[in-house]
């Protein structure tokens, strides 16, 4: 039998919510994506760097669907143009 730490629990990402927050007057913004998991069975939330949230909203806008995996913490995108 596996061990539980070796299963790969990855879920579909079906509904995505994008937010920046004010850090304060003169300080950069921070960043965050909500991912709804399988119609909300499950939701996770990212908090990439400026830079990485404005590579993830291209791939977000050219890719076809996405799934994110729970255990690892990893996005996956699939049908990118």
Known sequence: MADKS??????????????WS??????????????VLDDG??????RPTAKSAKVLVGEFVAGKSFYYDTSRGVLLLRGLD
């Open 6 to 19: 070796d299963l790969i629990h990855i879920r579909k990402v079906t509904d995505l919510h994008a937010n």
């Open 41 to 46: 069975a499950e939701e996770a939330v990212i």
């Open 22 to 35: 004010e850090q304060g007057s003169g300080e950069p913004g921070k960043f965050s994506f909500q991912l």
